[in-house]
Every structure is written in C-alpha cells, then in structure tokens.
C-alpha cells in the first residue's frame, strides 16, 4: 500500500544507523515462541490484540482518527473522521466481533464528510475511508449479515460512501480529469498538483465498486478517465522498460514529469491494483491485467537484484530512466504477494515462484535484527554500507537506513497469499512468529506503538502512535492465515469471490453477488 508519497525518495538517505545489535542472549529472548500453537489460539490471540487496540481507542480517542496509546491521548492525522473506527470495521467483521462491529456502525451514520478543518487526501480518504465502508456493506449485506443489529445502519454505508464520493468529486473537474489529491473543502480548493503515481492509481478500485453498488456510473467514469493517462504514459521515456512508469503527473497536462519509480511508496499499489482490477472483473479490465504483466516481466528482467554477501537473496531495485538504485522499504514488501496473486490468477507458475522468491527477501529483513520486525527503508549496494553496519550488512544482506516500525502490514500481507496459494504452513508459522515479535516490541500503554528502532532489543522509543492500518491490515492478515476457510479467503485455485483494496479491506468481485 501506497502511504505517504513523502516517504519516497527523500527518505532514502541513510536517518538512523541502527548498530547491530544480535548478542547470543537477545536472540534467545526473541526465539521463544512457540512454534506449535492450534490455529485456533494464533487466530484468539490476535483477536485479544484486535480487542485491546479497539479498548484503548475507543477510551482514549474514539470518535478521533486514532490513539496515542503512550500518552492515552488521541490525534487527526485524517481529517477527524474516525479513521481507526472505518478502518477497523471489515476486521471486526471478519473476527466476528459483533460489539465492536455494531459500535462503529451506530457512529457511521453520524459522520459529516463535508466537514473539515484538515486537507484530505483523496487517496488516504479512497482507500481507508471509502475502503472500509464498502467493504462493511457488502459483508453486511452479504454473507456476515447476521452481525448487524440495525440495518437502517448497513443501508447508511452506501448512502455515507455516495455522501464522501460526492464531496470528493470536484477533485477531477481538471483539464485532464487527473484529479488533485490535495483538497481543501470548505473552500473546494486543490493543491495544484502534480499528482503521483499511487495517489492517481489507487483510486479505481473503490470508485469503480462504488458505481457497481449505487448505480452512479459517473463514479467509474471518472477514475477510470484518469486512470487512463497511467496506462498510456506520456512522454515515452517515462517508460523506461515496458510497464514501468514515473511517478510525477501534470494534472494539466496528463503528461508523466519524470522516469523514476519502483515497487516503492509512492509508486506501488498503482501495480497492486492493475491485476486486481482484473481480479474485480475480467472482461472490463483486460488492459490493466496486460499492463500488470508488462510491468512484471519487466520487473523480472531488470529490477531483480541480489546483495553481494547473501546472493541466495531476492530484492527489488528502484531506477531512474535505467540507472538502478539498490533500495528497499517496508511499503514494498507487498510485492511478493501480489506477484503470487497475479500467477495464482493468470495460471502463471513463474510469477508465484518469483513471488515467493521476493517474500524470502522480505522474510529475512525481519529474522535478521534484534527485534525480529523489518525496517522502513534498508538498502544492499556494497559501495554505500553506513559506518558500523558492515558485519550487519555482511551477515543479513541488508543495511538500515531507517529503523523505525509504523505498524505497517506489508510484511505479514505477502505471507498470507503465500500461505493461500502455496498451502506451506511455513508462512503461517513465519507470520505468527512475526505477530509475537510485534505483540512484544509495540505493546504498550493503551494499545499497540509505533517504534523507531527495529534493530534494538524492545524496539527503541516508543514514538506513541497507533495507526489506524494497523487495526485494517495488520490484524486482518495475522488474523486470516490461521482462519478457516470462508468465501472471502484468497482462494488456492485463483477462483477468489473477494478483491482485497490496498487497505486490506476486501469487496465482492463484480458479478459475485
Ligand atoms: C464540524 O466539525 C467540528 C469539529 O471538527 C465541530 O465542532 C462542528 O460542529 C462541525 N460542524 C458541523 C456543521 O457538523
Ligand atoms: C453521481 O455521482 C456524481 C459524482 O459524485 C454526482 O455529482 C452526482 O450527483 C451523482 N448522481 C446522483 C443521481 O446521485
Ligand atoms: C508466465 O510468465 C513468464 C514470465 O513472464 C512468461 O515467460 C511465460 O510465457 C508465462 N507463461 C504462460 C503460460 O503464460
Ligand atoms: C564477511 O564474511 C565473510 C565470511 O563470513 C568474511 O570472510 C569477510 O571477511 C566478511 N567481510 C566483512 C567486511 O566483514
Ligand atoms: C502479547 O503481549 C501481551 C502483553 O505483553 C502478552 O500478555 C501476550 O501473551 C502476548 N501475546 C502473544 C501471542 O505473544
């Protein structure tokens, strides 16, 4: 998932040298779960987590965006809307937390979209927002009916979903129909641009479901207009390799301003959502599954990197034009699961494979520090190892350049689709033994930190932030690998009736009513 475009090339500097720190006792301390626990005690115990951020939130900061669990205070990072209680929605659904679920369908209806002091994020809004009502809706009124106490409150997830879509449209009134992200709306202002990549191609999938259930086609029409410059990139060499575009877009123009870019924040679901717009309906989106798989075999061939002293290692390069730049982040680490998803659903054995392959990669950047959680941002190029790194980098394959842990699900979102498509409970034990060592490190307080230092044993300082994904993706994934069978499951023959959003918010597939 694309977070914040600012975290991108800017935060590629080296921040923080995180010193090694694996002394024989840490790597005790941190090898002792329990490897055999039922998938019934790994899916409570991730539901007793879902509880205590939920309890923590709602005393604390509910009806605010989200929790500062250390000092048990609250912050609006997205517009005040109450953004962890939308996020936490199709989670709570899905663990069948009935009381939770029935909790945040009484506040929806109450919310005022057209009301805020903040500027909002087209996108953050799109795909937390508007994800996390749809997908409400259609487990609600679909198969987990049964959860909600009032249906006047399912009924009013559609009708608030319109509400925000209506508020958020004039951002496409442009020449091109490009919209802005940045919007001001007591004033129906905009940020003049350009707009990027993943913020531009991370909208089509919410608006064009949105369309599907209300029956306003003007909601398809408009993504899939701006969607269209992104899958025809102007000028040429904003394609440096077949599929693989810039990042920068003229919203006046609809012309690409650079060639650099990657499977990176800021770039990357842009590429998650052409094949899962294929996923959401094969005979509309044919083109956005022919882009996917311009933009994977070009990633095969020329992004595919291996660090020097670990060259059994996968990892992906960013370039600008052709020149690589061996650098990696959290954010990335999708990019395993949705190679598995593009081969499981393509019939492709080799993208599933190169998948799994990146997924290894992604593993290791957690078995190697103190804390067994991945860095934001590492690099592997033998010419740039920060001072005091050298033996780190020589033993794990990577060095840090930012040791701070958002709460981020990247990690643990690429090994469930490995576990759904390959069946190896490998991943699963992987993606529970990553649950204890986040449970261990980020508990605290109220509820669940934000850290900024991955690489020390506890974590470093606890920077008192409980973001609202993590109640949307982190929770939903650990949860899910362990969880029966169910419809909304990624499902091992490439037969999936649920597309999840890049916010981990899964909606019906067209046609799956
Ligand atoms: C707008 O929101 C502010 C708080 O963010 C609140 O005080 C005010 O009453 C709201 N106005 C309307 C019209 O809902
Ligand atoms: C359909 O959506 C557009 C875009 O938000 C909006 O302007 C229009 O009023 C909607 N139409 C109806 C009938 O709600
Ligand atoms: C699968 O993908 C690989 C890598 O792009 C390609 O070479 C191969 O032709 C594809 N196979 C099929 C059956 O489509
Ligand atoms: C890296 O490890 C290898 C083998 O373990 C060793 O020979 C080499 O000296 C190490 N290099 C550095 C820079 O520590
Ligand atoms: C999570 O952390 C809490 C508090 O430290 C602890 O009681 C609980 O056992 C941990 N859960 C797991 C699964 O490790």
Redesign the pocket.
Same mark, same amino acid.
């Given at each position: 998932m694309a977070r914040i475009k600012s975290v991108v090339l800017g935060a590629l500097l080296p921040l923080t040298f995180a010193l090694p720190h694996n002394t024989p006792e840490d790597l005790n301390m941190k090898r002792r779960?329990d490897g055999l626990n039922s998938a019934a005690e790994r899916t409570q %115990?991730v539901i007793? %987590?879902f509880r205590v951020s939920w309890d923590g939130y709602y005393k604390y900061a509910f009806p605010n965006d989200e929790l500062k669990p250390v000092t048990n205070s609250f912050s609006n990072s997205r517009n005040a809307w109450g953004a962890s209680a939308v996020d936490a929605l199709s989670t709570a659904i899905i663990m069948e937390q009935k009381d939770i679920v029935n909790t945040i369908l009484d506040y929806i209806p109450t919310i005022n979209y057209a009301n805020t002091t903040t500027e909002v994020s087209l996108f953050e809004t799109t795909i937390r927002y508007l994800g996390g009502m749809i997908s409400g809706y259609d487990f609600l009124t679909g198969p987990l009916a049964k959860l909600a106490d009032n249906k006047e409150n399912v009924d009013a997830l559609l009708k608030q979903s319109q509400n925000l879509a209506n508020v958020l449209s004039y951002a496409f009134e442009t020449p091109t129909g490009i919209p802005f992200n940045g919007l001001t709306l007591a004033s129906r202002g905009v940020d003049g641009g350009p707009n990027g990549l993943a913020t531009t191609g991370t909208l089509v999938l919410e608006w064009t479901r949105l369309a599907d259930l209300s029956g306003n086609k003007t909601y398809a029409d408009i993504v899939q207009k701006a969607e269209s410059y992104l899958l025809h990139p102007q000028p040429p060499e904003s394609e440096p390799w077949p599929g693989l575009v810039g990042m920068d877009i003229d919203v006046n123009t609809g012309k690409f301003l650079d060639a650099r870019g990657g499977w990176v924040g800021g770039a990357d679901s842009f590429y998650e959502y052409l094949i899962k717009m294929w996923v959401y309906d094969p005979n509309r989106f044919a083109e956005y599954k022919d882009r996917w798989i311009a933009a994977a075999d070009s990633t095969i061939q020329h992004l595919t990197s291996h660090p020097k002293p670990r060259p059994e290692l996968t990892f992906l390069a960013m370039y600008n034009g052709r020149s690589l730049s061996l650098v990696s982040q959290h954010l990335a680490c999708f990019d395993g699961g949705n190679f598995i998803l593009g081969g499981q659903v393509l019939g492709n054995q080799s993208y599933i494979d190169y998948g799994l392959k990146l997924v290894d990669g992604c593993h290791e950047t957690y078995t190697q520090t103190a804390t067994g959680i991945g860095p934001e941002i590492f690099g592997w190029d033998e010419t740039k190892v920060p001072g005091g790194q050298e033996n780190f980098f020589n033993k794990s394959g990577f060095y840090i350049t930012n040791s701070g842990y958002q709460l981020r699900p990247e990690v643990v979102e690429s090994f469930y689709y490995a576990y759904r498509v390959t069946g190896d409970s490998k991943y699963q034990d992987w993606a529970w033994e990553a649950?204890?060592d986040i449970? %261990?490190t980020t508990?605290v307080g109220s509820g669940y930190s934000s850290i900024d230092n991955v690489n020390v044993v506890g974590g470093g300082r606890k920077t008192d932030f409980q973001e609202s994904f993590w109640f949307a993706e982190v929770l939903k994934y650990s949860y899910l690998i362990h969880a029966p069978e169910a419809e909304w499951q990624v499902d091992k023959g490439g037969k999936n009736k649920w597309v999840f959003n890049t916010e981990a918010h899964p909606f019906k597939v067209s046609g799956g009513t």
């Open positions: 779960y %115990a007793d %987590a649950f204890q449970n %261990a508990r």
